[in-house]
Nanobody, 127 residues
Framework: EVQLVESGGGSVQAGGSLRLSCIVA????????MGWYRQAPGNECDLVSKISSTSSTYYADSVKGRFTISQDNAKNTVYLEMNSLKPEDTAVYYCAASWTGSWPPRVRILADALDAWGQGVLVTVSP
């Protein structure tokens, strides 16, 4: 059974930083691509960033230059370093895995496209 457990969410002021972590069990990074989605209140889930098994990365335009995704194979952990946070970054952030290569930019629910996902962590950025 694949399990993804996120941590590191919280509340910060605009301009601040947070690092989200996602510990992955039951899956090796060579078998899947990993990524982060976020869901703001009343919105669908938007793809924020992803990293492939070959470490190539993708970032949504809204976070490019501010967020960095990385993975530590030895710790089976994926990170999302978030800098220069803005109030519009406020959302629940979900770690996700796909071994089929499916990473739609927006989904109604993660189950529509992803193979595994975590419970989500709340990030709140105040003005």
């Amino acid at each position: 059974e694949v399990q993804l457990v996120e941590s590191g969410g919280g509340s910060v002021q605009a301009g601040g930083s947070l690092r989200l972590s996602c510990i992955v069990a039951g899956l090796t990074f060579g078998d899947a691509d990993m990524g982060w989605y976020r869901q703001a209140p009343g919105n669908e889930c938007d793809l924020v960033s992803k990293i492939s098994s070959t470490s190539s990365t993708y970032y949504a335009d809204s976070v490019k230059g501010r967020f960095t995704i990385s993975q530590d194979n030895a710790k089976n952990t994926v990170y999302l370093e978030m800098n220069s946070l803005k109030p519009e970054d406020t959302a629940v952030y979900y770690c996700a895995a796909s071994w089929t290569g499916s990473w739609p930019p927006r989904v109604r629910i993660l189950a529509d496209a992803l193979d595994a996902w975590g419970q989500g962590v709340l990030v709140t950025v105040s003005p």
